[in-house]
DNA sequence: CCTCCATGTGTACAGTTGTTCACTTGATGT
DNA sequence: ACATCAAGTGAACAACTGTACACATGGAGG
């Protein structure tokens, strides 16, 4: 038994998993999702449930995991491909926009999770949105955009810009998927936010 | 009949919406309240919940009602008090926080709201913020403090400054209500965005 | 080959849910 | 003084909930 791990890729674990994500896309509230009504939508009966999660907590924390992953992938992502220095913040958000649109459910999650019910899922996406500040703050320093602000201004400035585009997500969920223009709209305006803040940061002094 | 308002202080329609608030105080999500669950918390037999609310949306989207008074006599404070225009973030920010902690479940629904189950709740929560928004940039072109920014660019300014204070929400919901050194710290931090907000703002060329 | 055990199934139960209906009550306008 | 009607009550119902238990199964380790 050297090697635990039986387990084929845990199909019912996933499906539970992606049965409360597809219900919150479909606009339903985490908190208000039951056991039986997830495993329905799984296609399996309900005390397949209790094999996995013990209760509607664990799944979510275990989502927030699956998210850091995503958000994970949406760094790489923007590591990848935002090249010119000057088009950075246009390309950054677009990028994020086109990852939000192609994980809808798991942003919308993250959303309500971030004044959800479950204090530990809480906290687990506010960890994960810090950790994702703090690796912009990295790669604005190697990029040496930002010579002149000491690190905890660099922080400050690299919470404002995920707490800006988090809030975005706020905005998008409330149009439909489709609705290109609207879309379109609120990329524009997230990225003059992003100026906006860079402006700020360009002219800062430490000492207020 | 040509004075309709036969009701007192209708006491049991205040006594749902504050045990409704009450849960949500307590830790709940509004998304997963149950009428029984709201009229028991009143003191109030489950029927009563009909003859003033349709269904628990309803209730929310009335709630969103009380929420914007207390979102204007909040305005009034910060209009009354905030006399030094070199202290205006950081008072205003002082005001803010104070009126959350005295309106806490208030608050927390708000912050609940903005990614919630009722789309209806979410766009009332959401024309709010516009509103407080928009009364700001008002203020603001009152005072005189901004005057090279066109509309569209103090509009701009003033969405990510109701933005920023709004995602504080979520820091403050993550503290216990009196964990005063915790809030010290979000007062402060929550300053300084705006701050480097405004100095972005202070150095902003219209044509990007 | 046999045994074990994680995973999945079916049945069951007591408690809770939303909503209905017929009833009481008490203040109101005339 | 009286009729009216919004507001509150209590009993009832079918539907659903979370959870427990005993059982089936099939692949892995010996």
């Known amino acids: ?94 990028i994020f926009i086109r990852h939000v649109q192609d994980n809808r459910s798991f942003f919308v ?27 912009l703050a990295n790669d604005l320093r190697r990029l040496r955009l930002v010579d002149h602000l000491n690190d905890a201004d660099l922080d400050l400035t690299c919470d404002l810009v995920v707490r800006t585009v988090a809030f975005s997500l706020t905005d998008l969920i409330s149009v439909s998927a489709d609705d290109d223009y609207q879309i379109d709209q609120i990329r524009q305006r997230t990225t003059r936010y992003l100026q906006l803040i860079f402006v700020g940061a360009a002219h800062w002094q430490t000492g207020d």
């Open 1 to 94: 038994m050297t090697e635990r791990k039986r387990r084929k890729p845990g199909e019912t674990r996933d499906k539970l998993m992606e049965a409360a994500l597809t219900l919150v896309g479909k606009g339903r509230h985490f908190a208000s999702l039951g056991i039986r009504e997830v495993t329905r939508q799984a296609g399996v009966v309900p005390t397949s449930f209790y094999r996995h999660f013990r209760n509607m907590d664990d799944l979510g924390l275990q989502l927030v995991d699956e998210l850091g992953l995503v958000l994970r992938r949406m760094m790489r992502d923007a590591r990848a491909n935002v090249l010119q220095a000057e088009k950075l913040m246009a390309e950054s958000v677009a």
């Open 109 to 135: 999650f993250m959303a309500q999770g971030l004044a959800g019910e479950s204090r530990a899922v809480q906290e687990g996406i506010r960890s994960e949105l810090r950790f994702f500040a703090s690796e």
